[in-house]
């Protein structure tokens, strides 16, 4: 264990974002890995017997040589993050804050529940401030929104801060990885495309109203805005690209609503967090952009990129967002958030040095 | 020529809807393909080796020999269906009606035409009338429809005629041989997604309304319909799939919705037109349908998928369709205009005996 | 039940195989399917309801309405078509030819046992004299060989009935249906191929042999043919592809070669099967051909297609062989063997009327 | 022009290598991307406006903001990477070397050149002596091979060395981006492998003859190594698979043969060029690897991976390869052979400092 670094445990360990969090956190100057927990199947295994290793670099030796737990507290480690399934995490995650570890969560299981915040940092870090009202036990549990859910909301955020949204038709067209593994029967989506991804509208349509909404007296009230989500499932790895159209509260051109894109500071720039991107929200020139082979990765792939903001000739404005599923909507959001509960003081009781400020480009 | 079949000529033979016609009407019942036309680099050569042949079936005997000639008229043959691009569309077709052939049109230059039928045999047939108003000389002009068109029109025209429609947002995701040969490159493509497909957006929008519109007095008054359109390009071969959000004129629910669109009765339907297929919209059941692989090719890829009628949290109700983009949106919308065309004694002066009755499923 | 068919139970009905049985034989002159058998899990259920309907046509009425039994005899049918996996199959067959039923197979349980015929009709039809040696009881066991060695074996033939073939190195790129479903993950083969399939090397390299063998005294004399396979995975839907290099016998030019391959005339071409192609074997031009895409269909997906026949400079000729892998590597393999223990009065005891002459095209 | 670093022209620099090169030397320690030449199609324009960007990375802004020029000397840099075609590199290069600008060649045009190096630097590094006979002026070409080359080079290399390599069967199965762009048509190769890939098995069968020749009285003898090279364009973006059979001089076993491999020690290990992975050849485990996906950019994708060592039951020994196409077969390769160039003095004048030696994994 590396002098001075947090000691993390990873849940889900061997599913498709728990990779991606191994292979994220192998070189992180605040996060060590030290423990990996997945299912009955894998545990007491050394994680590189156990893995299907899917990431497109070589497996980290130190976690190859972990042998997996099983998902249950305690874990040598300061904090876990979480790759569980809803149904396994309803029930492990609570049993890990009860015995003070924190939970870094990107399962849907406690998303929407009143106490538990629902954070993406660049748009609503203050909601951190909801775990106080926790009573899980010593530590708490903190999550980041569905993958679809971070794109739409990165969007949004802007326009909702500058014109108030009102609502909002998105369709996706996402990625196999959001799926994890095995997921989709390469039979299913081979040269073809799936409408309707199970589970996946529904987040969408409840998620951003809580990432939107304000915290007092110690609870979210969500923003007023109406979503309706269409979901496909496209033959592309990587990568969730969204079509949206925003009805907003004040009417509003196409050029105002793309500058107000692409002005939008993050509240947490200052910060210089690891993970954070130099920038949130990348607003791209060009008919045919953002595309996810060429786009998703932009920022390590935690910049969302928007593009063809123009003007809606049904609701108000229409644009088109991508977001790299598994690192941005998924284990870099985990660790994004991790960071910033550490940079408050809420994991590990000190804050790090911060990053040098970044070169212009 | 075998006897009492019409001769045909095709305008674009070596471009993919120009083969698509030719392999479709390799053993049609009404029609023989006499003649081939295509730009000058082809003009000369034996078709057989003036094409770089796409379809998945062997190219027909009799197309292979016949010596491939120029864009111009005349041509040896009773009508043409014309395949061109729209700038050699502009130039040519005219001059094909001016000397007497009837021009069965995909092109796009002269779908918005004041005096030119647009049509999908299933919803307006009654607009061919308006080739009486042409003055383009002893011939004349009747288009078909961009091949998203089709699909979203399929859909709108049912609830048009239920519930009025005020207002649609469409999303497209469409396979790669709507843009024709060599068309997209792979690497553009190949495990990627691209927003923006140009021009098709503004045919989207403009077209529907000509063909919901009502013919009175000599020309279309066209339906008061608004559409928001938002194109992309997917790596599949055929199939184009759209996600519909409907404003309805009178509030109704998806069931009723759904019922309209089960309940629609092809008004052509008792011509029994040899490329009309047995459902014009084929209504699936299931969450996860309708999709290219498995559903582009009923009805012999003439029949119209609609899958996932439900309330739309925006609008009303939304949809998801599917169309087959070289037939139904292509070459079969121009060969089943051209039976239209012959069956109401528009082409060849008698009518065809019809289709003995299918038997039931 | 229609006058004057054969009732037909299918094992494994719900796997991809099965399915395309069921698809197949819809409307098969000879058969009809009666008896839909698969494991527990979806026995006791409608097919309709017990199966993931992956054809790209319409589930057939008949079958969809059937209620999947257990795959045990007795069932009520004169044959079954198996398309069980091996394990299964090791037990359940024998089981059903105990009672009197033939079982013609895709499983690769039996093809390498003794007295069980491994048969592509086109090559060694008179295999199936080897069903009098069986001993299993009233009924018989006859195989088709394993998807890739169709291919290749077709390939083979006419160059050791004309030269001996001494060694072939074949490298397979096979389609991803090959693996039934769910089969591959879409995350392992999306813009990837994946070399070696567990099992199949060993088939390619010991089934030919068999194939190619002689029947004599009741037993088959392997012949001397050895043969190294690389097998890769690739992201096609249907079609597996072979790069094969031949030592032959006796030397002899390409020219020479592609012309044994393109005489070779089927053993039962006069039967004129229903499922047996005009071609068996097509010898395709051009520097690019066969393509699964373009080519795996040919001949209703029954026709093996070959090109670019050239001297190899280690060996002595080298070619690309196509090979349809659900239909003439697997469903349409065991229908067509089905059809020839018809035609030779093994199963049901009387001659069915031969098809008319083909049309030339 | 930061100091002390080499001023570097690119040649083609709109097409896919030269994009690569472009993005590789961004922030290249030694080179500096000082003049961008293309076609008179680009010339005069920013390179921002004249490049379709194909990479997944932002731009360069240096680059981004170079003027294209033509493709005719003086450029204002020390030394040229070219990566133009074939044809253009015929005139063009000799042209550059004329008025003393050394060439670094990715085209193919003077590979087989008696006088012009081609090279591999962990291959065959002292060919590059042979730059001393050249005659066309003050520069020199040196070349690097075809991109399957170089994985089957690399493959052969150790095992010519401990056993002496007489003959070898390749298959490839090759990414689109080896084509170019727009290169392949999407229509040509989505859900479709295509054999036979034009000029490219000519390549395979000839130039690994000259790698691994041996320099002797100031010209290379080629090794007299037979091979037959069948070749397949496949799904993929990046990456070429090669299954690979080999005649030995000395018969041994897949285990002699895969220490062989694995014991292979790069002759240019102690220069510690920038762009010299730590390993030039991964022997990896397992039955399913090397894959493009999950192993093509290891080693920053200048590793060769190699996979599957077993004996071949018609050779002596079979393995797979896989070579990252775009870096290690294309831009890279030339980037390496600049490195090497330079550490020898013969570019530059100076040797730069060495890489410190890498940290263990």
Redesign the interface.
Known sequence: MSAGKLAVGILGATG?VGQKLVAMLASHPWFEVTALAASERSAGRRYRDAVH??????LP?RAADLVVQGVAPPLPCDLVLSALDAVTAKGAEPAFAAIGTPVVSNASAFRMHPRVPLVIPEVNPDHLDLVATQEFGGGFIVTNPNCSTVGLTAALKPLDDAFGVE???V?T?QA??GAG????????????????I?GEEDKL?TEPGKLLGKLAGGSIEPAPV???A?T?R????DGH?L?V?V?LGTRTGAAEARRALAAYRSPIADLRLPSAPTRFLAVLDG????????????GGGMTVAV??VRP????DV?L?VLVHNTVRGAAGAAILNAELLVARGLIGGRRPARRPPPEP?
Chains 1, 2, 3, 4 share one sequence.
Do not use: F, M
């Not at 290793?53 to 070589?58: I, Q, R, S």
């Not at 081979?190 to 409408?195: E, F, T």
């Not at 008919?287 to 932009?298: I, M």
């Open positions: 498709a290793w899917l990431e497109p670099v070589a030796k609502a909002a038709q369709t067209l196999v990885s593994y095995p997921g989709v029967p390469a039979l299913d989506i081979l040269g073809n495309v799936i409408p309707g199970d349509e109406r979503i309706s269409q496909t496209v033959p592309v790895v690209l079509t159209s009805r008919d045919a952009a953002p595309q996810p082979r060429l786009h998703a990765s932009l593009g063809r809606c000739p049904v609701l229409r088109v480009l």
